[in-house]
């Protein structure tokens, strides 16, 4: 996806300012520009993804692909911003390989765990393969709040966020979870 142009000036200037040492008194402004632009990147893909996903416009790519490269890659995705939160993460190996598609199979492995990320304030984050016969189950856990069993089904729907009645942006959207469902369908 190709970002929009005033998203991709801010973002630009931004590294350019990093690249140079900030004065003290500058450091944590240019640090929030950067926070912000993550932030509005990830709202812009997000939207783009769901309005994708409405229109029928993702074309699937199914092949057969060694699940440890897909674990790597979240690993290396994934393990900066968990221990930024003082959390273990932790991508277990596995040997198997899937029939998918590797792009929208990392999307939605991407969306549950910034999900487990965004909501567990301490402890453990884990991902792990669990084969059945020929089947490969993808877990990620978490010892994050955990999700009440009346709300189980309402995650799934856009915006919908557990204890944000006031759509707080800095929780998210609330759309990660309504990708994964759609994208779940799209890949049956």
């Known amino acids: 996806m190709s970002i929009p142009e005033p998203l991709q000036v801010l973002t630009t200037h931004t590294d350019m300012l990093g690249m140079q040492e900030p004065r003290p008194e500058t450091a944590a402004s240019l640090e929030q520009l950067r926070?912000?632009?993550?932030?509005?990147?990830s709202i812009v893909d997000m939207l783009v993804d769901i309005t994708r996903l409405e229109t029928g416009d993702i074309p699937r790519d199914i092949r057969v692909f060694p699940v440890s490269l897909l674990l790597e890659?979240?690993?290396?995705?994934h393990t900066l911003p968990a221990t930024?939160?003082?959390?273990?993460?932790?991508v277990n190996n596995c040997d198997r390989h899937v029939r998918s598609d590797y792009n929208l199979l990392?999307?939605?492995?991407?969306?549950?765990?910034?999900?487990?990320?965004?909501?567990?304030?301490?402890?453990?984050?884990?991902?792990n393969?669990?084969?059945?016969?020929?089947?490969?189950r993808i877990a990620v856990t978490d010892t994050g709040i955990g999700i009440p069993d009346t709300e189980r089904q309402m995650i799934f729907e856009e915006?919908?966020?557990i204890d944000n009645p006031h759509r707080d942006r800095q929780?998210?959207?609330?759309?990660?979870l309504a990708i994964v469902k759609r994208l779940t369908?799209?890949?049956?």
Request: glycine share 8%; aromatic share 6%; net charge positive.
């Open 159 to 161: 915006f919908y966020q």
């Open 35 to 41: 926070i912000a632009g993550r932030t509005m990147r």
């Open 84 to 90: 930024e939160k003082n959390l273990s993460f932790r």
């Open 106 to 127: 990392r999307l939605i492995l991407q969306n549950l765990i910034s999900n487990a990320i965004r909501y567990t304030d301490s402890g453990t984050i884990e991902v």
């Open 185 to 188: 369908h799209l890949l049956d």
């Open 129 to 136: 393969c669990i084969a059945r016969d020929d089947m490969l």
């Open 171 to 176: 929780q998210g959207l609330g759309l990660g």
């Open 73 to 77: 890659e979240l690993r290396k995705q």
